[in-house]
């Protein structure tokens, strides 16, 4: 089956620093993938949709240039937090269309700015 | 806002069948029915979608009503492993889609 790739899978960073999350398609092309945030005890709240070649589609509420998204090839999406404070920390996981098996999604990354 | 409803949380037996319902009543025409879970902190895994058609993989059936108003999903023999939050999406597929999740299901089970 499709397999996405997410990189790291934990990260502690300080408060004011960036942090750069990978996610890749790892046997199939994405011309599209999603970036979504989960708090604790919470669902996936959709963030972006990342479009290959051209700028991503924030949704309503979410700070483009807070979250810089960067989908530069047809495999790789990387999503960096900016000037990071303790309020983003969350689970960040991306997601990738891949066809006949609907979406496929990262195992996520848990950030914890400190 | 998510199209679709579900109980917040319901349990059964390990080796029972657990049949997890959904209503979406808004679904239009084009759009499929999704099954995902998400077991703790970890990434969504697909499960099984459909249009109107009932449908069967190796992890579980789908089935939709003729109306398409609402669905369930079954685990045909529920294992501790499959202790999960389930989330029953409604989308469209191709360039227009992207999954938006509701509060999903918690199913929880038991030995």
């Known amino acids: 089956g499709a397999v996405v790739s997410q990189h790291p899978s934990w990260v502690i960073c300080k408060s004011g620093t960036s942090v750069k999350i990978e996610c890749r398609s790892l046997d199939f092309q994405a011309t599209t993938m999603f970036w979504y945030r989960q708090f604790p005890k919470q669902s996936l709240m959709l963030m972006a949709t990342s479009n290959e070649g051209s700028k991503a589609t924030y949704e309503q509420g979410v700070e483009k240039d807070k979250f810089l998204i960067n989908h530069a090839s047809l495999t790789l999406s990387t999503l960096t937090v900016t000037s990071a404070h303790p309020e983003d920390s969350s689970f960040y996981i991306c997601?990738?269309?891949?066809?006949?098996?609907?979406?496929?999604f990262g195992s996520g990354t848990r950030l914890t700015v400190v | 806002d998510a199209k679709t409803t579900q109980p917040t949380s319901m349990d059964c037996a390990e080796g029972r069948a657990a049949n997890l319902p959904c209503n979406h009543s808004?679904?239009?025409?084009?759009?499929?029915v999704y099954w995902y879970r998400q077991i703790h902190s970890q990434g969504p895994q697909y499960i099984i979608h459909?249009?109107?058609n009932n449908e069967t993989n190796e992890m579980a059936s789908l089935i939709i009503t003729e109306d398409r108003k609402s669905s369930t999903l079954i685990l045909p023999h529920a294992t501790l492993r499959d202790t999960a939050v389930y989330y029953c999406?409604?989308?469209?597929?191709?360039?227009?889609?992207?999954?938006?999740f509701g509060k999903g299901i918690t199913l929880s089970v038991r030995p």
């Open positions: 999406i409604v989308d469209l597929t191709g360039a227009n889609s992207k999954l938006t």
């Open positions: 459909g249009l109107k």
């Open positions: 808004t679904i239009s025409g084009n759009e499929y």
């Open positions: 997601s990738a269309s891949s066809g006949r098996y609907g979406y496929t």
